[in-house]
């Protein structure tokens, strides 16, 4: 099962509860629970801040070992771009459902199978290429300079505001 793949230290696995430290305990309770609170800070870490900026600050380090993402389709779809592949949780709401076509459009997104097997399919995604795969098409199909474009939004310098040359439609 999983828990004894993150002990035989065969995967790490990130949470994140972002400022909210009640689901920083949730999350705490639970490893406990299924007898794996000695992997806590070892091969289970929780993204937890107590500010915004604490958070965001941990978020990004923890992007620095992070294979795969694993969430709903929202603004972290467009951390594909940096070659994270991403296994798509239940979207909330039409800009998510938007996100989880394009991601499995461009091909490095993807439902997945049935969470009691997750530690079958997951290394079987792993073995066949799949996520490497997944990775690449992200890197490769994904938008990147938005952030630029909203800093010359912000600046007031419209003209050099670049149009994307891409289509996103799915």
Not at 6 to 25: D, H, M, P, W
Not at 54 to 59: E, G, K, L, T
């Amino acid at each position: 099962n999983l828990a004894q793949k993150i002990k035989a230290k065969k995967i790490k696995i990130i949470l994140v509860a972002g400022i909210r430290n009640e689901v920083n305990q949730y999350f705490k309770r639970c490893i406990r629970h299924c007898g794996l609170g000695n992997q806590l800070g070892k091969n289970i870490k929780i993204i937890f801040g107590e500010s915004t900026e604490d958070y965001f600050r941990r978020f990004n380090r923890a992007l620095r070992e992070t294979d795969v993402l694993w969430t709903k389709p929202s603004e972290l779809s467009f951390y594909t771009a940096l070659g994270l592949p991403i296994i798509i949780s239940e979207p909330i709401g039409s800009q998510e459902d938007f996100n989880k076509k394009w991601l499995i459009t461009i091909g490095s997104g993807i439902d997945p199978e049935d969470v009691k097997y997750v530690d079958q399919w997951f290394f079987d995604w792993i073995n066949s290429g799949w996520f490497a795969r997944a990775a690449m098409q992200g890197f490769m199909e994904g938008g990147k300079y938005g952030a630029y474009n909203i800093e010359k939004f912000i600046k007031h310098k419209l003209s050099e505001v670049k149009a994307v040359k891409m289509v996103l439609q799915y």
